[in-house]
């Protein structure tokens, strides 16, 4: 079976699409691409209190809150971030236009919750095998 990569490759490139407001777009040194929508990193915003919120909430990383049943659809403002910045050589930060600031996005963590296709399937597989070995 092959072995998973020791981490994810490095982006060959960036783009951060802010004034555009549509989200970024990273394209992997080992050809693969992500497309994140501002909304879905902000949801997945990697700071602990984020994470212990979606992990209070049972939510995956960019999946955003759950209006309650018979609520109204919660009316959330789009999201997008103020101030996009390097962090070193591995990662992205975020001011977001809510206030918030503290999540660190490293390469790592966006291949991670890469939103495609073959990703999604790639972590619902691995979560199987994590929960018969559980
Ligand atoms: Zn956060
Ligand atoms: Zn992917």
């Excluded at 209190?49 to 018979?70: F, I, M, Q, V, Y």
């Excluded at 390469?107 to 073959?118: F, G, I, M, S, T």
Aim: glycine share 8%.
């Amino acid at each position: 079976m092959p072995a998973t990569p020791p981490h994810a490759p490095d982006p060959k490139s960036v783009n951060v699409n802010v004034t555009a407001g549509t989200g970024v777009d990273i394209e992997w040194s080992d050809g693969h691409r992500s497309i994140y929508t501002f909304q879905f990193l902000r949801d997945a915003c990697p700071c602990a209190l984020c994470d212990e919120e979606r992990h209070n909430h049972g939510r995956p990383p960019g999946e955003g809150p759950k209006s309650k049943a018979g609520d109204l659809p919660m009316f959330r403002p789009a999201v997008k971030p103020t101030l996009a910045e390097p962090v070193g050589r591995y990662a992205l930060r975020f001011t977001w236009n809510d206030g918030h600031m503290h999540g660190i996005y490293s390469w790592d963590y966006l291949r991670d919750v890469c939103p495609c296709q073959e990703c999604r399937v790639r972590r619902e597989s691995e979560n199987v095998t994590a929960n018969k070995r559980g």
